[in-house]
């Protein structure tokens, strides 16, 4: 009796979990740490590759919240930028991680055009290896964007929720200072608390 009530209790979990959204929509998280960055700083011209530049780029992990959140404003610099950029992308495992779009928007001469419309969502598999029979089983959620012009802003913001239980209670990370296109303004925070092994709080790293 009692195995039979375990193994029911835990196809409930299982089928409670599997029923959480993949992607949705949600307010910005609570935790992040503020940034003040240059809005208006510009690149060198030939630092502008594929018509677009990055005005903004700011990636942030809460190890506490088990979250990354992806805040990055693109300038459109010309033609070439409006069938480079207009998509926004976002790779995931569905089987422990959801996605959240906090902000998809288009700023056009100071006025903003709200282009975050999760019925436009749409959800692929994505097999990078697919070529070779080897499937990863992550997933692609994007959406293409409308009416992009020349000198547009391109403003994103989204969480990835959920880390890969198979790795516990340990966390790396790496990430480059080289970009194949300008970056202005490129922050990398790490938050955590106080009492997990081999760390300070919170760490930060600004260009």
């Not at 989204?158 to 303004?185: L, Q």
């Amino acid at each position: 009796m009692r195995i039979a009530l375990y193994i029911t209790l835990g196809l409930l979990l299982t089928l409670r979990l599997s029923a959480l959204p993949t992607v949705k929509t949600g307010a910005l998280p609570a935790w992040l740490y503020a940034v003040h960055p240059q809005l208006d700083k510009k690149p060198a011209p030939d630092g502008i590759s594929d018509g677009y530049y990055y005005t903004l780029f700011d990636l942030q992990t809460s190890l506490i919240h088990h979250t990354k959140y992806t805040h990055y404003i693109i300038d459109i610099a010309n033609e070439s930028g409006v069938q480079n950029a207009s998509e926004v992308s976002v790779t995931f495992a569905p089987e422990f991680q959801q996605v959240v779009f906090h902000r998809i928007s288009i700023i056009r001469n100071g006025a903003l055009l709200n282009q975050l419309n999760l019925a436009r969502v749409k959800v692929v598999q994505e097999e990078k290896e697919s070529g070779n029979f080897e499937y990863n089983g992550l997933k692609r959620a994007f959406l293409t964007l409308t009416d992009v012009r020349k000198g547009d802003l391109i403003d994103v913001a989204y969480s990835v929720i959920g880390f890969n239980p198979v790795f516990g209670n340990k966390y790396s990370d790496d990430f480059s200072f080289s970009s194949p296109t300008a970056v202005c303004n490129y922050y990398k925070t790490i938050i955590t608390s106080a009492d997990h092994p081999q760390s300070s709080g919170r760490e930060s790293a600004a260009v």
